[in-house]
């Protein structure tokens, strides 16, 4: 799987609209962008992710560039229980019967400033 | 809908003992796949089963094993423990393999 780079960490004013980017360069055709977050001491949250096109779902919306080689998460309306760390994961689209177990980074550690 | 569900939810083993974590994955999910995650860092895959079979593993030594029970249920099992497993054991099931993995609260383990 590409690797991702993403800042280690970002502040938000809450009711502001949280921008988080990550770059994946070396993305290949069949390559997803997924994002999750976690919240101090629980389990990864699933959030969205996407191929190629633009992505939105109740919980945020996912911009991929025309090139796939960076992608931002936007939380429109953060509030100060969206304060986490955000992993930006690409994974292939099928595994073909191989393992496709999620490479995790660092994460950028939002805080959503009251 | 129930998520992905771990038990139990925090452990204290001293070193050398061993440890059994269980995972239910979500309703109709084939896939399980375990993840270790140490403080401070990202979590690191251990193991992915699928439809009871072992489709891969991450970089643990073979004091880590696992099973997938016909339900689909699996466990994790650390033999001879050392400090340094002390972690949040994550759980993830997936509809199938490349479909996305939903992820369980975690068991929190910790060796003394």
């Known amino acids: 799987d590409a690797k991702t780079t993403q800042p280690t960490s970002m502040d938000c004013a809450e009711g502001r609209a949280a921008n988080l980017p990550c770059n994946h360069s070396t993305i290949s055709g069949n390559e997803y962008v997924y994002w999750y977050r976690q919240i101090h001491s629980q389990g990864p949250q699933y959030i969205i992710h996407?191929?190629?096109n633009n992505e939105t779902n109740e919980m945020a919306s996912l911009i991929i560039t025309e090139d796939r080689k960076s992608s931002t998460l936007i939380l429109p309306h953060a509030t100060l229980r969206d304060t986490a760390v955000y992993y930006c994961?690409?994974?292939?689209?099928?595994?073909?019967?191989?393992?496709?177990?999620?490479?995790f980074g660092k994460g950028t550690h939002l805080i959503i400033q009251p | 809908d129930a998520g992905v569900t771990q038990s139990p939810t925090h452990l204290i083993k001293t070193r050398g003992q061993h440890v059994t974590l269980r995972c239910s994955p979500i309703s109709g999910h084939k896939s399980v796949s375990w993840y270790q995650q140490v403080l401070g860092q990202g979590p690191q895959f251990i193991f992915q089963?699928?439809?009871?079979?072992?489709?891969g593993r991450g970089n643990f030594p073979d004091r880590f094993s696992a099973r997938q029970f016909p339900n689909y249920s699996s466990e994790l099992n650390v033999n001879a423990l050392l400090l340094g497993d002390s972690a949040l054991y994550l759980c993830?099931?997936?509809?199938?393999?490349?479909?996305?993995?939903?992820f369980g609260p975690g068991t929190r383990l910790l060796v003394l």
């Open positions: 993830a099931s997936s509809v199938g393999q490349g479909r996305t993995q939903y």
């Open positions: 089963y699928y439809e009871k079979e072992e489709r």
């Open positions: 996407g191929l190629k």
């Open positions: 994961i690409v994974r292939v689209a099928t595994s073909g019967g191989g393992a496709d177990g999620l490479t």
